[in-house]
């Protein structure tokens, strides 16, 4: 069996070496030829991006795809299209309690009037401008038309859906001024429970009037004029308006008025300062190139320009991670694929990728010079292009490739951004792996042939004046790293005592992984992706201060005008159905106010109550239940009622009748959970685990409702808590495949089992002991820190396979030995590719966006404990379980032993011929 093994091995050896060895003699001889063709071919593959599409609606990024959320959202917009967006205001007393007081209200009544009044100029072609003068808007023109926002008017601003208790004055400046009992006049407003909703701990008295309150809710409502361009989902007119008006309007207040502070959220905020911090971002990765080409520089040859330098080989290095994002981004684009906004983190992925294959490519060119550079002519050259390409080789396809299915496995994720992400990545990491073999090992022999010559490396048509300095030993000379590796490194690892403590210290850190991976959470992390200085986070903090019941909208729809009627008192009792739910899931909060709950045919049974034939009911039958006794004057009743102009105004957007109207089609339920919000950490979010619950069990209690019509329940947040549902799945079946991924390429690669396995054990403790500090830190399961897991995975086997492949390559029986000779070769380019890959990702640290501090945060530990396990745990693991070379491991020692002993001859001939030399000098004098 073991001779089967080992002729296995031997034979995918010597196939990718020999692939290799004509890649790299085609290379070495035509170098121009290949750069032409590379670059030829990454235009030709940049030709998908004419078919360039970018997609940036997060509910088509992060919302799994056919989910039952899906269905509902379908329905619930067929009925009630999503066309309102919400602003809001909260207005708080400035060194005071109480913000109740005419003084404050006043000054937040003038901060109205300046919303509402504000003329704003769109210049926008592709906006569906009014008539007359189409590209001015005030508030009324660009609000949601509704009844009911003042208390005794249903003109200008009163038909706009506005929630306030400004409404009380009917947002008239001078009504307020005039009114000599304001705290009597807000009694008008409802409720207790109806103040509640909109006050900010109020305080009220024994007999529950309203005497004081810290803060006040001020809630716009526009219409949503948005159409999708370019896969953005863009409002010109309201966004002009949002800005020009409302923005500018609560901005100045801080400058306006001594009395009264404010908080405020517009529909565009989000995008602006989530935007804006990428966009700030996306400076520090430019930075990160920079670092990355000066490391390059620095490390791939000599530091300073002259002999031995090669700064224009980390040019090559940079270039060719370019055509390869050029080539895996056009390619990607052709096959249909989509770019969205975390796409703008892969050219920074491939860079670490890429300059770790360019150090090991440089490694093995270097190791395979013979000769002086001076002695070498265009066909040495190539034959050591071939030779070094064949030793290269098999390292940069196993890392290649194993990156490459990690991604693509995930490339079939159910979330739509993570499936395009790693399908582009998987694209661009082929092009890498392509580029890399054949472009920058032209690039490579150039350079070699530059040196040769002793050209200059910026103006590489010039000589230099000076001659060109070799060393008398022609063989290569280990760096000052390889011999770190060799001779203090190794042997330090590699003792017995060593071995024993490289083995505690990452059990110790195994544990730790195992702890922290288990208590990892699914969180919505919404908030995070809003930058620490943003006053959206302001905002938050006040509506958790002031408004800390107020949870996510529900809605439930009810369906066919016949049942509907059939079950109309049940359904105008349906508030004893959602009454106790606020404990214990599904956490509905109680239905206790029109601010929580809000029923149509709730309303129209109290106002019949209240009016009976005498109002809109007149000349209509009312049965013994006091509502019409046919279907037909329930109907007609019900659009009465909901008119604009009607008693029922408030319900007007609760009612879908059919193009006739004599037809009732659907009516809608509002109501909302509780706030499922924890703490984490110092931080409050949103409570995944209980908001998955509360969307499953009402799914469940309104399917039980037989006796009623056909329901279906709809929350906008359904479709985030979908995902939320599936991501630690995600995580972790995605984590698992490529894990096996790896162990099935590393085996057919680096074609040993025990090496194989040896490698992908110990990726799985990177990437467990990865899990462990993301807990450690409160990096939370996302959507960002799942395509980062998906990352670590490839990057953690770049530093173990090309280590464990070395040691297999590696001839003799001592283990130990070749342990150490693996790291004295290949180890400088391992850790100079992770400190180079650490050095970009050191300036991401730095940035304000979420997306690259996790990034970053995440990189960090993969680069850490990467090049820990594959430059620390992994030789030792070799050492003590690793399987026998190759066999063309064993023959290569033995051919070197042989030139060895004949350059130890060759010297002691010299040396003999000098002495006698000497000796006859001596003897003619």
Known sequence: MSGCIEKFGDTIESGIGSFFHRVGSFVGNAPRKTIALCILLAVAMGGGFATWETENRPEELWVPQDTTAEEETSLYESYFASTTRFNSIIVQAK???????????????????????????????????????????????????????????????????????????????????????????????????????????PKFDAD??????????????????????????????????????????????????????????????????????????????????????????????????????????????????GLSTAAGFGLSSLFGLFFGPVHSLLPFILLGIGVDDAFVIVNAFNRERKT????????????????????????????????????????SSALPALASFCAYAAISIFFLWLFASTFFTACLVLDERRQRDNRRECLCCLTRKNELEEDDDENFKEDLVSRYFRNYHAPAILSNVGKVIVFVVFAGLLGFGIYGAMNLSVEDSERNFIPADSYLNDYFDATDDYFPSQGIALQIVFEESDKIYASRVELANLKSRLSGLSEKSPYIAEPVSEEVYKNVMDGLNSYLAATGTDGIAANMTLGDDNWPTTEAEFVTLLKTYTEISGPGSFYARDVVFNDSGDKLEAIKVNSEYVRLTKTFRGEILDDADRQIDAMEDTRTMIAGWTDLPPATPYSEKFLSIEGFKIIRRELFMNVGLAIAAVAVIVFFTVANPITAILITANVAFCIVEILGFMFALGIVIDSVSVINIVLAVGLSVDYSAHVGHCFMVKGGDDKNKRSLEALADIGAAVLSGAISTFLAVLVLLFSTSYVFVTLSRQFALTVILGVSHGLILLPVLLAVFGPKPFNSANEQEQEDNKEVEEGSDDKAGKTSHNENSSDDKAGKT
């Open 208 to 321: 529950g009037n309203i005497e004081s309150a810290e803060a006040f809710t001020l809630a716009y409502f526009l219409t949503s004029r948005a159409y999708t361009k370019d896969g953005n989902e863009i409002d010109p007119i309201n966004e002009a308006w949002e800005e020009a008006a409302f923005l500018e309007g609560a901005q100045a207040v801080s400058k306006n008025y001594t009395n009264i502070e404010v908080d405020y959220f517009a529909a565009r905020s989000f995008s602006d300062e989530f935007g804006g911090a990428i966009t700030g971002d996306l400076a520090l990765v430019q930075i990160s190139y920079i670092l990355a080409f000066l490391f390059l520089g620095a490390n791939l040859g000599n530091l300073r320009c002259g002999n031995g330098s090669r700064w224009s080989m980390s040019v090559a290095a940079l270039v060719t991670v």
């Open 95 to 201: 060194g005071s309690d109480n913000v109740l007081t005419k003084e404050a209200l006043s000054n937040a009544m003038k901060m109205h009037n300046f919303i509402e009044t504000e003329v704003v100029v769109v210049d926008d072609g592709d906006a569906n401008h009014k008539e007359g003068d189409d590209n001015k808007y005030t508030l009324t023109e660009v609000c949601v038309p509704a009844g009911g926002a003042c208390a005794s008017r249903f003109d200008g601003v009163c038909n706009c859906l506005i929630t306030s208790i400004l409404g009380q004055w009917n947002y008239d400046l001078e009504t307020l001024e005039n009114d000599a009992n304001i705290l009597q006049t807000l009694s008008g407003y409802g409720t207790k429970d109806d103040l509640t909703a909109v006050l900010g701990n």
């Open 372 to 411: 002086k550079r001076s002695a070498e002519d265009n066909e040495t050259l190539a034959k050591r292009s071939a030779s070094s390409l064949a030793r290269a080789g098999a390292s940069i396809t196993v890392t290649s490739l194993t990156d490459l299915v990690a991604f693509a496995i995930s490339s």
